[in-house]
């Protein structure tokens, strides 16, 4: 563990493209993820352990960053929902594909937060990322100050902004879009899991009657008994090696496609979110405007300062959000298509590999006496 | 050749010697041949279809032009004596047919076949006198199997299938005479028959749907009810006449034979020859309303049954048979095969429940499930019985598999649901009660019967467990659909137009896969579920022979507990000095020494077939699970090498984003 810590605003001392958490310890009840990440100079790496707290906090530091102009901007890499040791049903739920497999996939999307974070323009200049990644003290033990960007934790009222009515037309279509795209990934992703959980039973219910198949296998030297015997043990082989094909191909649509639907849709949150302070902002001002139209003259030059302050935050703001939808929309299309390439080669793999080995089952069955 | 006229009565033991006919298959099937080839001559006959007792004279005319002399046809009261055991409902009806058609040449002959003659013709004494008493007539008919003389009377229904076809003026030249001709062929030698045997039949190649509106099926079912004791007599006719050439070498005789009874008659059989079109190519489904406020329903299932058998020299039969028929034939092998130790396979249960929701028309996928499974069940039934060396060789099985209309049976309406269920659970529940009472001498049947036990305990955790691979796999399949629903709705919304495309792209794909899983969940369900099912029932069939081969050794231990009984008898009189009593006694040690060597041999002769048919029933289990493994992994391997494809396919458009 080094303490090297180089200046923030040159960037970072790694690698943001190869961030990798590829371990994870359980102790107790929490998950500490092995985070590794290479240093620019080329020589050695940091490793480092992080608990989902010192994500949180990183996250917490990302979004109070007051200092950078159109901060609200930003769509904010999605951080995955707490994961513990044991989840219950309903942390399993939100989790939905995270949940599944040993925390693999929950690791990834760690990583994949992390990469995100590390390779943002804007982000990555902060200091907490740097400390986050390299300083092998656990930073987020004290309790940051929750702030306005908490999640989507808005009361009702707050809710009806969202169907305010946009000045600009980009930013109107792209909300709607937005809100139709969340709906629509988030679902893709719920019924994807669900085949996923379907194929893990039918694995099981494979692996179950393969196992019961080797109870008809009686010992004795009647040959008709050991024909029967022998038959039984190769079905059972049968069902075994389709008890692994259907857990191969759940697991290639949980790793690929089924990340890619669940980052998909924790993204169209994200930039929900984001369009959301957007119009939290859009609100404001015009309610600025309006204060500033009424104001008496004793309180105007007040009004017209919030005003124009307001007025250029906003402006700002739709400046860097401009800049991130683009950008996210590069982005997610082609994240997207590496899960679906990705998962229709490993697919592939699997279906050949299966249909290789149910044919030499069916030649032995042919060849058996 | 008393016996047959005693049994009757007792009619406990009449099984035992039915059973023997079968049990050496070679003999009866020597006499059948033998007969069968002078039927042949009697065969050609041109019928026309309003007129049945005319061309009845007919068949016999062309007969006699074979042969001998005149053949008179009338006889009211044999009809009678029918129709009126038709009422009582007799338990077995083919029996009863054998039973007439014995009535009817009874009159004729009074030459070699006395026995039968002399049965018969108390029956029909007793039959047109007293009707109630005509359920014990049963008896008597199996006595006549039981008999070498009388077994090919009975096979002799056998050939009368294509008489009664051409009651339908069908052109039947060639039909009587192939089959029959075959037959007479195979009378060359016994073995090349054996090993036609054992081909594989096939069997049942379609099954058929048709509703037809309440209106016009009421007379259907109503003349179908009528039909069915006007239909016995259309039988009782042809195999009457078949008997007669049987019977015919010796002497001239006359014949009194049964005449149409009623007017119904007709008009059922035209009813049931459109019935029997096999070109319809569904099911069949009557409803019949009742003229009361209820609406009952009264619908049948017709399976039609093709029957391609090396044994029929190649001929197509096509037969409809309801599902109780099939159930009628069930009940009629055990009866006869059962107690000689022979595993009669048995049929799928009666579902009411299943067959309630298809009939009720639930259009769901379980229905269809339901009719397919059942479709499925039947035809392996079918096979086995086919396929086994001896059940092939009895004549109710070659009457079903070829007649065109067979006798409703009455009884196995009995026999529906949990009737047929306590039938076959009867079985197993006596062994276990007995297995405490035997002390087994023979070790390798104790192990057996122990083997068959936890087998069966196996076989229906197989099941259980198929059956939930099943349920996931039907799931699975929902899923998928639901996610190609979601991944087409997510493509639609989607804004790149590559992404787009791609999304829609796999939403088919989806849909394709969705299909696949479907198969899958049938193929799971038809190769193995249905498979282990099938051996859960087999199984209960092998412990019936256990069974049964465990009551012939009760009867063996109570004649000899009864023969020791007697000697002790005779102790105590010769120690009391009554020379009268004594030679009695002395001759009815003598009838149970007798009976004692008999249940012996007949325990011996059991035992011996049940453990050759165990045998026989393990390398069939082998076997057919390799063949439905093969077929199986077969067709597994098919929808791997779709998937491929799919994804193949879909490959370039996930790469084609941009």
Redesign the interface.
């Given at each position: 563990m080094m303490e090297e810590v180089k200046e923030v605003v040159s960037a970072l001392s790694v690698h943001g493209h190869n961030i990798k958490i590829p371990e994870v310890v359980t102790d107790g009840d929490t998950l500490t993820f092995l985070v590794v990440s290479q240093k620019l100079s080329g020589t050695g790496e940091y490793h480092v352990y992080r608990t989902w707290d010192d994500f949180e906090w990183l996250q917490q530091h990302l979004f109070s960053q007051e200092d950078v102009p159109g901060i609200q901007g930003i769509i904010f890499p999605p951080l995955p929902a707490k994961a513990h040791v044991n989840p219950s049903a309903k942390v399993m739920k939100q989790l939905g594909f995270l949940g599944l497999g040993e925390w693999q996939p929950y690791c990834k999307a760690l990583e994949t937060f992390l990469q995100q974070v590390a390779t943002h323009k804007i982000l990555s200049k902060n200091k907490a990322v740097e400390v986050f990644l390299t300083s092998s003290d656990a930073p987020g033990r004290q309790k940051v100050k929750k702030n306005i960007f908490n999640r989507l934790s808005q009361a009702v009222e707050e809710m009806r902004k969202e169907g305010h009515k946009d000045v600009d037309e980009f930013f109107q279509s792209e909300r709607d879009?937005n809100l139709?795209?969340t709906g629509?990934?988030k679902?893709?992703a719920?019924?994807?899991l669900?085949?996923v959980l379907?194929?893990q039973?039918?694995a099981v219910?494979?692996g179950?009657?393969s196992a019961?198949?080797h109870?008809?296998v009686?010992a004795g030297e009647d040959p008709?008994?050991k024909?029967?015997s022998r038959?039984?043990v190769?079905?059972s082989e049968?069902f075994d090696s389709?008890k692994k094909n259907v857990t191969s191909v759940a697991e290639n649509n949980m790793k690929t496609l089924g990340l890619g639907l669940d980052l998909e849709s924790r993204y169209q949150e994200a930039e929900r979110e984001m369009l959301f302070r957007r119009t939290c902002k859009l609100v404001e001002l015009e309610n600025a405007k309006r204060n500033a139209e009424k104001a008496k003259p004793v309180k105007k030059a007040v009004m017209e300062e919030v005003k124009t302050a307001t007025e250029t935050e906003f402006q700002q703001i739709c400046g860097v959000s401009k800049q991130e939808i683009s950008r996210f929309?590069g982005v997610r299309?082609k994240m997207?298509?590496q899960a679906?390439?990705q998962?229709?080669?490993k697919?592939?793999l699997t279906?050949?590999e299966?249909?290789d080995q149910?044919?030499q089952?069916?030649q032995a069955?042919?060849g058996?006496a | 050749m008393d016996d047959p006229l005693i049994e009757p009565i007792s009619s406990q033991t009449e099984n035992k010697p039915a059973g023997e006919v079968v049990s050496e298959p070679s003999d009866d099937f020597v006499d059948l041949t033998n007969n069968v080839s002078v039927t042949t001559e009697s065969a050609v006959a041109e019928i026309p279809l309003d007129e049945p007792s005319d061309d009845f004279v007919d068949i016999l005319g062309s007969e006699t032009e074979a042969q001998r002399e005149e053949v008179v046809v009338a006889d009211v009261t044999v009809e009678a004596a029918v129709a009126k055991s038709e009422v009582t409902s007799v338990v077995t009806e083919s029996p009863g047919d054998g039973k007439t058609e014995s009535n009817a040449e009874e009159e004729a002959q009074e030459t070699s076949t006395a026995p039968i003659i002399d049965l018969s013709g108390d029956l029909l004494a007793s039959d047109t006198q007293q009707p109630p008493v005509s359920d014990k007539i049963t008896n008597p008919l199996v006595d006549l199997l039981s008999d070498d003389s009388p077994a090919p009377a009975v096979d002799a229904k056998k050939p009368s299938g294509p008489p009664q076809k051409s009651l339908f003026g069908e052109p039947d030249e060639d039909l009587f005479g192939e089959p029959l001709g075959a037959i007479s062929k195979k009378t060359v030698s016994k073995e090349q028959k054996e090993n036609k045997t054992a081909e594989p039949a096939d069997i049942f190649t379609e099954e058929a749907v048709t509703t037809t509106p309440s209106m016009s099926n009421t007379s259907t079912v109503n003349s179908k009810t009528n039909g069915v004791h006007s239909e016995e007599d259309a039988d009782i006719f042809s195999e009457a006449t078949v008997e007669l050439s049987l019977d015919s070498p010796q002497n001239e005789r006359k014949n009194e034979v049964t005449a149409k009874p009623s007017a119904s008659a007709p008009t059922s059989l035209s009813a049931a020859a459109s019935l029997a079109k096999p070109q319809s190519a569904a099911l069949e489904e009557e409803e019949a309303e009742l003229e009361d406020k209820f609406d009952i329903l009264v619908s049948y299932f017709y399976y039609q049954i093709s029957t391609t058998l090396p044994l029929f020299r190649n001929k197509t039969f096509t037969v409809r048979r309801r599902f109780s028929d099939f159930l009628g034939l069930y009940e009629k092998l055990s009866e006869k095969h059962g107690p000689n130790g022979f595993i009669v396979p048995p049929p799928p249960e009666k579902s009411i429940l299943g067959m309630t929701k298809v009939k009720v028309g639930k259009e769901d996928s379980s229905s269809a499930d339901f009719v397919e499974r059942r479709r499925g069940a039947l035809e392996r039934y079918l096979q086995r019985v086919v396929n086994h060396p001896s059940l092939i060789q009895d004549p109710d099985v070659r009457e079903f598999l070829e007649r065109e209309e067979l006798p409703r049976a009455v009884s196995t309406q009995a026999l529906s649901g949990a009737g047929f269920l306590k039938m076959i659970n009867k079985a197993t529940d006596a062994v276990s009660k007995m297995t405490i009472k035997m002390n087994e001498s023979d070790v390798w049947f104790e192990e057996k019967l122990q083997e068959v036990e936890s087998a069966d305990q196996q076989f229906r955790k197989l099941h259980a467990l198929v059956e939930s691979l099943v349920v996931h796999r039907k799931e699975l399949s929902l899923n998928t659909a639901s996610f190609a629903k979601s991944t087409a709705m997510l493509g639609s919304a989607e804004d790149n137009t590559a992404l787009s495309r791609a999304l829609s792209q796999l939403a088919e794909v989806e849909d394709k896969m969705e299909q696949l899983h479907q198969d899958q969940a049938a193929n799971d369900t038809f190769s193995f579920a249905e498979l282990i099912a099938d051996y859960i029932r087999l199984l209960g069939a092998v412990r019936g022979s256990f069974d049964h081969r465990m009551k012939v050794w009760q009867r063996w231990q109570d004649a000899q507990a009864m023969l020791q009984k007697k000697r002790e008898t005779e102790a105590k009189l010769l120690w009391a000095n009554k020379p009268d009593k004594l030679q009695l006694a002395k001759e009815e040690i003598a009838e149970w020494e007798a009976k004692v060597t008999q249940y012996e041999r007949d325990f011996e002769r059991v035992s011996a077939t049940v453990r050759k048919e165990v045998v026989r029933f393990e390398k069939e289990k082998t076997k057919n699970f390799k063949k439905q493994i093969i077929k199986y992994l077969e067709s597994l391997l098919q929808s791997q090498q779709q998937l491929i494809k799919y994804w193949e396919a879909f490959l370039p458009e996930a790469k084609a984003i941009a």
């Open positions: 879009h139709v795209l629509c990934s679902t893709a719920e019924k994807f669900d085949v379907t194929e039973k039918v219910a494979c179950h009657f019961a198949l109870l008809c009686e008709d008994k024909a029967f038959l039984c190769k079905i049968v389709m929309q299309v997207l298509q679906l390439v998962w229709c080669e697919q592939l279906a050949k299966s249909a149910f044919n089952h069916l069955f042919r058996m | -």
